[in-house]
Nanobody, 123 residues
Framework: QVQLVESGGGLVQAGGSLRLSCAASARTFSSYSMVWFRQAPGKEREFVAAISTSGSSTTYADSVKGRFTISRDNAKNTVYLQMNSLKPEDTAAYYC????????????????WGQGTQVTVSS
């Protein structure tokens, strides 16, 4: 069982930065690939970024590539999402998820989710 708690969301102007955190309860945190999704009002939840168990592999959605950076600290059971050059279209609730496998972009492949943290980017 993995419990996930996101934090770090807020209101920021376009061009600004935020760093999201996702703290995990599992003692086996380092066995899970970690993934960030986001969901804007009226839209489906979409994949943002993923990181492998060791942190050696990462992947990003095209819409955030070059602006967002995913990282993890296995000693702290935490995964991060550094978001730079934010745009109004990045406004969404951001969720972290855990999987014992490598990532997929399908939400139904994930059993463990956080409650989400809201990011609002003003123009």
């Amino acid at each position: 069982q993995v419990q996930l708690v996101e934090s770090g969301g807020g209101l920021v102007q376009a061009g600004g930065s935020l760093r999201l955190s996702c703290a995990a309860s599992a003692r086996t945190f380092s066995s899970y690939s970690m993934v960030w999704f986001r969901q804007a009002p009226g839209k489906e939840r979409e994949f943002v970024a993923a990181i492998s168990t060791s942190g050696s592999s990462t992947t990003y959605a095209d819409s955030v590539k070059g602006r967002f950076t995913i990282s993890r600290d296995n000693a702290k059971n935490t995964v991060y999402l550094q978001m730079n050059s934010l745009k109004p279209e990045d406004t969404a609730a951001y969720y972290c998820a855990a999987t014992p496998n490598w990532y997929t972009t399908y939400t139904y492949d994930y059993n463990y989710w956080g409650q989400g943290t809201q990011v609002t980017v003003s123009s």
